[in-house]
């Protein structure tokens, strides 16, 4: 089955600055990737998705880049707000696979002000 | 207006009880799950329903039981809880299938066994 790779499983930031949380599966026939964001006490919630058939997508400060050959997708997020504290998770499912979705570990994130 | 709703948020029980979770979404959804987070935040599915049909049944133990009266409704009895059940629960619905299948998640439900 899938394996979902998540790293760092912390990172600190200042705000205003970038962060780049990187994940790697193991299933080549995954072509569904999407990001949630956790903030405490609530449950996760969407923030971006990519399919396979599209190498990079954006929206405002968030952007999400997908490396098919070497099976790893990132998040990016620039100007990093305290706002943005929260747990991150990727997750990855096969088209159809009755939309099984496998998470990667959690990354928390803190934005320092 | 929520969209996804579980009742109880917290259900705080002995081992050995058996307890049950609901889970309602007004989305007009074919699909709903359930997960499992546990207390390092690793988040796995249980199980998933389409039209009251059971499609993801992964390897969890036979005292879960879920049950989807309707395809609007989930909900998860477990029997004789034991302590490593403590974690929290989330329910989520989706399309069942096209572009924009994006699961919506439910607040959770914290299952402390003591």
């Known amino acids: 089955g899938e394996n979902v790779e998540q790293h760092p499983s912390t990172l600190s930031v200042q705000e205003g600055d970038s962060a780049v949380i990187k994940c790697t599966y193991s299933d080549s026939a995954s072509n569904y990737f999407p990001w949630y964001k956790q903030e405490l006490g609530k449950g996760p919630q969407l923030i971006i998705d990519?399919?396979?058939?599209?190498g990079e997508k954006k929206d405002q400060r968030i952007a999400v880049t997908l490396n098919k050959t070497a099976k790893h997708f990132s998040l990016h997020i620039t100007e990093t707000q305290p706002e943005d504290s929260a747990v991150y998770f990727c997750?990855?499912?096969?088209?159809?696979?009755?939309?099984?979705?496998?998470f990667g570990g959690g990354t928390r994130v803190l934005v320092k002000p | 207006d929520t969209a996804v709703s579980q009742t109880p948020k917290y259900l705080v029980t002995q081992m050995g009880n058996d307890k049950s979770i609901k889970c309602e979404q007004n989305l007009g959804h074919d699909t709903m799950y359930w997960y499992k987070q546990d207390s390092k935040k690793f988040l796995k599915i249980m199980f998933s329903y389409n039209n009251k049909e059971l499609i993801i049944n992964e390897t969890v133990p036979n005292r879960f039981s879920p049950k989807s009266p309707d395809k609007a409704h989930l909900n998860l009895h477990i029997n004789s809880l034991e302590l490593g059940d403590s974690a929290v629960y989330f329910c989520?619905?989706?399309?069942?299938?096209?572009?924009?299948?994006?699961?919506?998640f439910g607040p959770g439900t914290r299952l402390t066994v003591l």
């Open positions: 997750a990855a499912r096969r088209w159809a696979a009755g939309n099984k979705l496998t």
């Open positions: 990519i399919r396979s058939n599209v």
């Open positions: 989520a619905s989706s399309p069942f299938s096209g572009p924009n299948n994006e699961q919506f």
